[in-house]
C-alpha cells in the first residue's frame, strides 16, 4: 500500500525539486555499529546474524518514515512498509538478488525469509521473481572491513530506494562492531533523517533477539 503526498504542500517541496535534477542525487554515509548483542543473541538461539542484523535493519528503516518515500513518474509517494532485497551468495561465487517480505515479528520474517533465499541460491539467476520500488537494495560484504563505498548505478532508470552495505565484522575491547553504509536519495532524505536511522538501529542492536 502507498498513498501519494501532495509536492505543492509538502515541507520539503523547495529540497524535493532542488534535488530531483541533480545527475547524481544520491549521498552516502558510513558508520561503525555495534552490533555484540544481536551477534550473540543470533548464535545463542541458532539464527543467521545476516539475517537477524537484516530484519532489524527493516524495522529501523520502516520506523523512519523518510526511508519509505519513492519518486515514481515524477510524483511522490510514501509506502506502508518496506521489504529487503538483499544480495544473497552461492557456493560458486555467483550471487542473486532476493525479495524478503518485512514483518515486525523476528519469528514470522524468518518464515518468509528462509525459503525465498534458499530458492535464490538453488537457481542461477540474478533477478528475483518479485520487486518493487517498496524495497531497500542491501548488500553484505562480510570480507571487508569497509569505511566508505560506492555502488554501482543505472543513471538512465529512475531510482529512488535506499540502498544499504554491511560489511565485516572486527572486535575492540570485547565489543563487536560492523560497518554499515546508506545510500539515500537527497531529494527524499536529509543527513538529519539518516542519523534518525542510525540511532534507532544502533539501539535495535543493542536488543536481544
Known sequence: MRKEINVETWYRKDHFEFFSKFDEPFYGITAKVDCTET????????????LSYLHKTLVAVNRTVQFRYRIIDGKLYEYETIDASPTINRENGTFGFSHLKYRENFEDFLSLALP??????????????ESGENVIHCSAIPWIDFTSISH?????????CPKIAF???TSDNGKLFM??????????????HVGQFMEELKKLMQEPL
Do not use: T
Open 39 to 50: 551477534y550473540h543473541s543470533a548464535k545463542e538461539n541458532g539464527h543467521s546474524f545476516f
Open 116 to 129: 525465498a533465499i534458499e530458492k535464490v541460491r538453488n537457481s542461477n539467476r540474478l533477478m528475483p521473481d
Open 152 to 160: 554501482a548505478r543505472h543513471y538512465a532508470h529512475p531510482d529512488s
Open 167 to 169: 560489511g565485516k565484522m
Open 179 to 192: 560497518p554499515v553504509s546508506v545510500h539515500v536519495h537527497h531529494a527524499l532524505v536529509d543527513g538529519y
